[in-house]
C-alpha cells in the first residue's frame, strides 16, 4: 500500500514563473491537506480539499495561490508567479474519510526554491 | 494567539537516557486531538504518537509515551532509552473537533540531538 505520493521532491523556480505541486493520497483516502513549512519554522495549514471541493481554505494566501482536487488525478496546487518568500517545503497530507481518531498520513514534501 | 507552545528550540540527551520535550496547548473546544510528529534531516513527516482529549489513559507507543496533562493542558512526549536515530526535529500539533478534518496546528518544534 503505498504512501502519500508527492512530486516533485524538489522544485526550482525563478521570480515570476510558475510551480505546481502534485499529490497522489494513499489507497482509499478521499480528503487532502496542504502545509506549507518555512524555514526553521513548524506547518501552517493551507487548505483542505476533497475530490472536487474545497472544503476550507482558510490558511492560502489570497493571490497567486489556488489548489485542487480533481475527480480524477493527484491533487495539485499551483503557485503563479512565484517569488522569493515562496521557497518552503509544501508538505500534502491524506486521510480517509469519517476517522477523527488517527493521524493524517503526510508525504514526502516538496521543496521548492525560487531563485 | 498561539494555541501550540513548544518552549525548547533545542535539547540534549545522552544516548540510552529518557528525554521530555514539552507542549502546551490552548483550546475552547473539548474535543480535540493531539500528534506529535518527528522531523529527521532527510525532511520527510513521521506520525508517533496520538491523544485524544476524552482517552483517559495515557497514549504509548513504543518507546514513545505521551505525559497527557488536560488540568494544566500539557500534552508532553517522553522518549524512553534514547537512540542515535532519535536525533531529529519534534513537533507537536492539535487539531480541534473530533470530526473527519486534519487541520492541524503546529508548534515550533523542538530539535533533539543524542549523543553517543
Known amino acids: 500500500n503505498a504512501g502519500v505520493m508527492q512530486n516533485p521532491r524538489h522544485l526550482v523556480r525563478r521570480r515570476g514563473q510558475e510551480a505546481r505541486l502534485r499529490c497522489s493520497p494513499m489507497k482509499g483516502h478521499s480528503h487532502v491537506y496542504w502545509y506549507r513549512q518555512l524555514p526553521e519554522e513548524g506547518l501552517k495549514f493551507m487548505v483542505y480539499?476533497?475530490?472536487?471541493?474545497?472544503?476550507?481554505e482558510s490558511g492560502m494566501p489570497k493571490e497567486r495561490f489556488s489548489a485542487e482536487f480533481p475527480k480524477e488525478g493527484p491533487s495539485i496546487l499551483r503557485i503563479q508567479q512565484v517569488v522569493r518568500g515562496d521557497s518552503a517545503a509544501y508538505f500534502c497530507a491524506s486521510s480517509p474519510p469519517n476517522r477523527g481518531d488517527t493521524e493524517a498520513f503526510f508525504g514526502q514534501g516538496t521543496r521548492l526554491t525560487v531563485v | 494567539a498561539q494555541k501550540i507552545t513548544q518552549t525548547q528550540p533545542g535539547m540534549f540527551v545522552q544516548e540510552k537516557e529518557a528525554v521530555t520535550l514539552d507542549c502546551t496547548y490552548d483550546t475552547s473546544d473539548p474535543s480535540y486531538g493531539l500528534f506529535w510528529y518527528k522531523q529527521p534531516s532527510s525532511g520527510e513527516m513521521i506520525f508517533l504518537i496520538y491523544?485524544?482529549?476524552?482517552?483517559?489513559q495515557n497514549a504509548t507507543e513504543g518507546r514513545y509515551s505521551l505525559n497527557f496533562q488536560k488540568a494544566r493542558k500539557s500534552a508532553n512526549l517522553v522518549i524512553s532509552a534514547s537512540q542515535l536515530g532519535d536525533s531529529a526535529m519534534y513537533f507537536c500539533?492539535?487539531?480541534?473537533?473530533?470530526?473527519?478534518?486534519?487541520?492541524?496546528?503546529f508548534g515550533s518544534g523542538t530539535r533533539l540531538l543524542v549523543r553517543p
Open positions: 491523544q485524544g482529549s476524552y482517552d483517559q
Open positions: 500539533a492539535m487539531r480541534e473537533g473530533m470530526d473527519s478534518s486534519y487541520k492541524l496546528i
Open positions: 480539499l476533497q475530490k472536487e471541493n474545497i472544503i476550507d
